[in-house]
């Protein structure tokens, strides 16, 4: 059983940053293929990253690519996800999930966090 807890969603202004935290318990987060999903309002879920069991491998969703990073820490059980120039476009619930083994290209999971609430102000 993994337990996921997102942290530092929040408002932000056009343009600007936020970092996401998503902390796991258990003692096998080095085997999780994390991923961030984000789901807007009237909008189906969304993938939008994912990381490697070793962080070395990352995936990204081209809406994403070169504005937002995922990153992890398995000393610390927890996975970041660093947005920068934030578009109103990326207002949206950002939930992490935890797929055992999975594939980076992938987008199941076997366990998902309550998510935080990322808005953008135009």
């Known amino acids: 059983q993994v337990r996921l807890v997102e942290s530092g969603g929040g408002l932000v202004q056009a343009g600007g940053s936020l970092r996401l935290s998503c902390a796991a318990s258990?003692?096998?987060?080095?085997?999780?293929?994390m991923r961030w999903f984000r789901q807007a309002p009237g909008k189906e879920r969304e993938f939008v990253a994912a990381?490697?069991?070793?962080?070395?491998?990352?995936y990204y969703a081209d809406s994403v690519k070169g504005r937002f990073t995922i990153s992890r820490d398995n000393a610390k059980n927890t996975v970041y996800f660093i947005m920068n120039s934030l578009t109103p476009e990326d207002t949206a619930v950002y939930y992490c999930?935890?797929?055992?083994?999975?594939?980076?290209?992938?987008?199941?999971?076997?366990?998902r966090g309550q998510g935080t609430q990322v808005t953008v102000s135009s």
């Open positions: 258990g003692r096998t987060f080095s085997t999780y293929t």
């Open positions: 999930a935890a797929d055992y083994h999975g594939a980076l290209g992938g987008y199941a999971y076997d366990y």
């Open positions: 990381i490697g069991w070793s962080g070395g491998s990352t």
